[in-house]
């Protein structure tokens, strides 16, 4: 159990140089990458990490901070589609569908870091999802060579069982990095979002 807590203590440590809390210190990147995750919870109501997520995305996206929002997904069911549920809500904000990417094969944080760089040809983006999720993103990215910077959402209060999940969900990223060298479930051909770099 301490290797565990270490290992979760190192990847915060790491990664913390990288993860801004405050939009207005957090540098312009071209492309924001917002990560994926279900509406709503179970028996009802709206999934507060899906809901500070997005409205994270929409205020980088007005406050000039992106031009472009990848959203990257799940969407193994066609009642169970992240990236066209959250453009949806993104174009109800307002926000133009010439700006927003769907990326449907984000089926997890590795996918999404790795596919968002060799896919979308983001050469360095801003991730938007909570503190403990940047800090597992942001660790994929360091250790693939992926330049990425992330914005941290609030989080909700009820967040004991997430953290000791997010724990065991890093050594499985340690091992996925650095001992099998886990490849994207899918690449597929480059669709870059930008035809040059900023």
């Keep these: 159990m301490s ?12 990664t913390a140089p990288y993860i801004y809390h405050d939009e207005n210190k957090l540098p312009y990147r071209a492309i924001g990458v917002v990560l994926g995750t279900s509406k709503y919870v179970r028996g009802g109501g709206i999934n507060g990490f899906y809901r500070n997520r997005i409205d994270g995305a929409i205020d980088l996206y007005w406050q000039g901070k992106v031009d472009y929002l990848l959203l990257s997904g799940d ?11 959250m453009q949806k809500d993104l174009i109800k904000a307002g926000i133009p569908q010439d700006s927003i990417v769907l990326d449907y094969a984000g089926f997890r944080t590795f996918d999404s870091v790795v596919r968002a760089y060799k896919v979308f040809d983001a050469h360095n983006f801003t991730i938007i999802t909570q503190q403990f999720h940047c800090e597992r993103a942001i660790f994929i990215a360091l250790a693939q060579g992926i330049e990425a910077q992330c914005f941290a959402v609030p989080a909700p209060r009820k967040m004991k069982l997430v953290r000791i999940r997010e724990m065991f969900a890093r050594v499985a990223t340690f091992i996925d990095l650095y001992i099998i060298n886990k490849e994207p479930k899918y690449l597929g051909p480059v669709i870059p979002i930008i035809n040059h770099e900023h």
């Excluded at 290797?3 to 790491?14: R, T, V």
């Excluded at 066609?78 to 990236?83: A, D, G, I, T, W």
């Design 3 to 14: 290797i565990i807590i270490g290992l979760d203590y190192w990847i915060s440590y790491k």
């Design 75 to 85: 969407n193994a069911l066609l009642s169970y589609n992240e990236p066209i549920t």
